[in-house]
């Protein structure tokens, strides 16, 4: 024990480093340099000890050499300058990650980035973000995560770019950075999913609530119409089967299609679509075939095109046809039948723009795959179901 102005002060001593790691080799080294002791063996280094005294900052009483003080703070402000230096480039470099960690996650396509623009949402979806969440929880429940690296709402946002625009398996693959394995299996899971869920969007509406809206439009000639028919064909690509391609050609079309019979009420809703048929059977044959007849009652007026024969269909349930007359063996129509002409094509008008804000889902307008038009009638059913939710185009 040493005295310093009379104060006793305790000395310790200490081991010097041992051990295998760089490091602690290092340290050991500079502490045998410091003591000029760097020919000691390991065993000498195991029972040696340093004392408290030999440490620079150990006793008041033992002077630092000048130039030792002044090389140690010569490299004090040196690490100083050094420790600022890096932390202004840690500073920068972490602003730069931030950065480049935003514009990554804005070029990475998912619901995240495209829902923060709503033109862009209803561009790719042709729904708003309210609607978009809505369907969200609506089917929630009935649907699976396919890949785990993309959100429900992502799942989603694929399903309705699929049908919005129409992209291809590869196009939607690239722009989520998935396999196209991963977006055929989205689709033929949620699809089927999705029908099955919004297929209460597209509803027979009893005769009371069809009066209760009916437009002022169809008030004055038209006061009975149930609804309004229509065929429409979606383009498929050419079945290997000899029967399959026959069965779907159309002699209208000029293509191997499927046909779907659509019932618009006069507010211009979609209330019924039949299943998929081949291209090949007429609208008469589709219309006794597909179920609508059954949803008619007596005195309901339905609105059609020349091409339905279904007079005495329809007569059996008590139901009547409304169409354009037909001017075969006619010099000219009568003025009545030309003020007829022109009030059907008033009215049958708002089923054609139903059907173009339906075949606003772009998939319709494409020539579908022979390996999903299995999944086709609960595409047609969800886009039908989306288009009722979409703004009326009938003006009451």
């Known amino acids: 024990m040493g005295t310093v102005s009379g104060i006793a002060i305790q000395k310790k001593f200490y081991r010097i480093p041992t051990g295998s790691r760089p490091f ?3 340290r050991r080294r500079l502490w045998l340099q410091a003591i000029k002791r760097v020919d000691w063996n390991e065993d000498i280094i195991k029972n040696a000890r340093v004392c408290s005294a030999h440490f620079i900052s150990a006793e008041e009483d033992i002077p630092v050499p000048k130039i030792d003080y002044d090389d140690l703070n010569l490299r ?11 932390q202004q480039e840690f500073d920068t470099l972490r602003a730069e990650n931030v950065k480049l960690k935003g514009e990554l996650q804005k070029s990475t396509f998912s619901y995240t980035t ?25 089917i929630m ?25 129409g992209l291809s398996n590869t196009d939607l693959a690239y722009r989520f950075q998935v396999s196209k394995t991963t977006i055929s299996n989205i689709l033929r899971s949620w699809v ?8 209460s ?35 498929i690509a050419r079945p290997s089967s000899l029967t399959a391609r026959a069965q779907t050609w159309s002699n209208y079309k000029h293509n191997n299609t499927i046909k779907y019979l659509i019932a618009i ?8 679509l039949s299943p998929g048929w081949g ?23 339905v609105l059609a095109d020349r091409g339905f024969l279904i007079r005495d269909e329809l007569a059996a349930y008590g139901a009547t046809l409304r169409i354009p007359h037909f001017t075969k063996g006619k010099k000219q129509l009568s003025a009545q039948e030309v003020d007829t002409a022109r009030q059907l094509s008033r009215v049958r008008i708002h089923v054609e723009r139903v059907i173009g804000r339906w075949k606003n889902f772009k998939i319709m307008q494409t020539v579908i795959p022979v390996s999903q038009v299995n999944i086709l009638d609960d595409v047609v059913i969800v886009c039908g179901a989306l288009t009722n939710l979409c703004k009326c185009v009938v003006p009451k």
């Open 24 to 26: 602690q080799s290092n």
């Open 76 to 86: 004090y402000c040196q690490l100083q300058e050094d420790y600022v230096n890096l």
């Open 141 to 165: 429940g009935s649907v699976e995560r396919i890949h785990n690296k993309l959100t429900v709402e992502d799942h989603l946002l694929i399903i309705l770019m699929k049908l919005r625009l």
């Open 192 to 199: 089927p999913a999705m029908a099955f869920i919004l297929k």
């Open 279 to 301: 291209g090949r059977v007429s609208d008469k044959q589709i219309t006794n075939e597909s179920g609508f007849l059954k949803l008619l009652e007596p005195r309901d007026e």
């Open 265 to 272: 009420t006069p507010a211009g809703a979609i209330s019924f």
């Open 201 to 235: 969007l597209i509803k027979w509406p009893s005769k009371g609530a069809v009066l209760k809206n009916m437009p002022k439009i169809f008030k004055r000639n038209f006061k009975r119409c149930r609804c309004i028919i229509d065929c429409t064909e979606i383009f």
């Open 114 to 138: 495209v829902k923060c623009n709503i033109s862009q949402l209803i561009f790719l979806t042709g729904l708003t973000s309210v609607v978009f969440e809505w369907l969200i929880t609506k």
